[in-house]
């Protein structure tokens, strides 16, 4: 007998089905036992009578979240006991047979609701069952479905999907790389990419002019708010393209995907407002602005770009560091100045961001495409000469040889859709999300590794041992203290 889903059933009254899933609740009305089955489609009522002695005794042992199989005839239900809230609440199993596939503990905290009443690191460390929770996986079926609408238009687009590597060197955007040690050399490190920004561009030197990757992104940064150590990306990259070009299709992508997938949000302004940088700090002393009419409408989406960044500023040493990008163009009319190293606090780089409710969705820009230029950047910023050839040689032989004028932008997945499900924060929309330090309190980790695993990549520990390295430790007590508070 195959399985039916539960939301199947409606269509099936009359039918005897079979239907696997977790037992929501339980409870008696007289002799009469009512079970709600919930599988990934829905929750079904199921109605078990004590004639059937043998059914019955084991439908009495069942608990919640027990996972269960059940066999039985699907009847309307009589006109008083329909549910309107539920899409089988005309309907009902009369139980035949019950057969027990796992017996499920106490949970820790309960899965109804939304949850954010609830200890968030709890939330964490038992995030397979949180997943359990209708909002959370709604978010991750929203989340899927934004990916594939955007993999589908940009197909359409001509767009093809390419992996880029994820054991690689350390490419600048701002923050810091994590590092893996090799074996095979030791002393050695891969850098995990903090973007695929190098070799997206090294794909337009390889002649694939329109490039795109779902890509998983990782940036050591300090404990900040609302982020994580590894985030997911919209990555793309365009050869012969000009700013206008990137602007528009993923203004289009954008208003789009709305359209389709969220019909209910309303966008504000189409075409997105422009706002140059200097204008967007002294009108709104930020670069990221909110410009929603009406801050209380949850529908509301004002997204405008941000453009015109200045290409450097100060270091605190008094040298010269990029602000947004190492790799973008500055404006046509500052590539002489670029070239002659001159006026560099005013050269505005090609660059643009877009924002939606104040918040950053995505970083872009137009890239040199010459060694010049490139060169010229690294050379502004104080590396020596050596360093840029050791570090971004690569990049310098690949505009060498023919390399088109390009550019691209990569909006955050996590951030797109945590608006747009009007999350408070990206950790509700990512299955497996890591505290705001980095920890992952369910698998533990980071921790620590044996000792033999340290001699094979020649590594020793020099730091002595602190709380925070003892993360299982740490996280027990957490824990129980949260336990016993329960
Ligand atoms: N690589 C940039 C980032 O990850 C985005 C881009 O310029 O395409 O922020």
């Known amino acids: 007998m195959p399985r039916f889903l539960v939301s199947q059933t409606a269509k099936h009254i009359g039918e005897r089905v079979r239907i696997q899933g977790w037992v929501n609740t339980r409870r008696a009305h007289g002799k009469i036992l009512f ?6 489609s829905g929750i079904l009522q199921v109605v078990f009578a004590p004639l059937n002695k043998e059914v019955y005794d084991l439908a009495e042992q069942l608990r919640p979240e ?4 059940i066999v039985g005839q699907i009847v309307k239900r009589p006109e008083k006991m329909v549910n309107p809230k539920i899409e089988t609440g005309m309907v009902e199993m009369s139980a035949e047979s019950l057969k027990v ?7 820790p905290f309960s899965i109804d609701g939304d949850g954010m009443d609830i200890n968030e690191e709890i939330r964490m460390e038992y995030r397979y069952l949180d997943l359990r929770r209708e909002r959370l996986k709604n978010n991750l079926i929203v989340r899927h479905k934004v990916i594939k609408f955007i993999r589908d238009f940009l197909d359409k687009e001509d767009f093809i999907e390419i992996e880029t590597p994820m054991l690689t060197k350390s490419t600048p955007e701002g923050s810091r790389d994590f590092l893996v040690p090799s074996r095979l050399e030791k002393g050695k490190f891969y850098a995990l990419p903090q973007s695929p920004q190098q070799y997206k561009q090294l794909l337009m030197a390889g002649g ?8 998983r992104c990782f940036r050591d940064e300090d404990s900040r708010g609302d982020r994580q150590s590894e985030h997911t990306q919209l990555d793309l990259e365009i050869s012969f393209v000009e700013r206008e070009d990137v602007l528009e299709l993923t203004e289009r992508l954008f208003i789009k995907l709305v359209e389709v997938l969220f019909p209910s949000k309303k966008i504000q302004d189409i075409p997105f407002p422009r706002i140059p940088y200097g204008e967007a700090i002294k009108k709104y002393n930020s670069d990221k602005p909110d410009l929603k009419k009406d801050k209380n409408d949850p529908n509301l989406l004002a997204f405008c770009w941000v453009i015109d960044f200045p290409f450097f500023e100060k270091t605190p040493e008094g040298g010269w560091t990029f602000v947004h990008n190492p790799f973008s163009a500055p404006k046509p009319e500052f590539i002489k100045d670029l070239l002659n190293k001159k006026n560099i606090e005013k050269i505005v780089a090609n660059q643009y961001d877009i924002v939606l409710n104040g918040q950053e969705l995505a970083s872009g820009g137009i890239r040199n495409h010459t060694p010049e230029t490139l060169k010229a950047v690294f050379e502004i910023m104080g590396y020596k000469k050596e360093e840029i050839k050791e570090k971004f040689g690569h990049m310098l032989d690949a505009f060498s040889f023919g390399t088109p004028p390009h550019g691209g932008i990569a909006p955050g997945i996590d951030r797109i859709v945590s608006i747009l499900q009007n999350e408070p924060n990206i950790r509700e929309v990512i299955a497996f999300p890591k505290t705001g330090d980095g920890r992952d309190f369910m698998m533990h980790a980071p921790s620590e590794v044996s000792k033999k695993q340290l001699e094979e990549l020649g590594i020793k520990i020099s730091v002595p041992k602190t709380s925070k390295t003892n993360i299982t430790e740490k996280a027990k007590i957490i824990k129980k203290k949260k336990i016993a508070k329960k």
């Open 35 to 40: 079970i709600d089955l919930r599988d990934g």
């Open 66 to 69: 027990w996972v269960v199989e």
């Open 101 to 107: 596939l796992a017996k499920a503990e106490t949970l």
């Open 208 to 215: 694939l002019e329109k490039y795109f990757q779902i890509a």
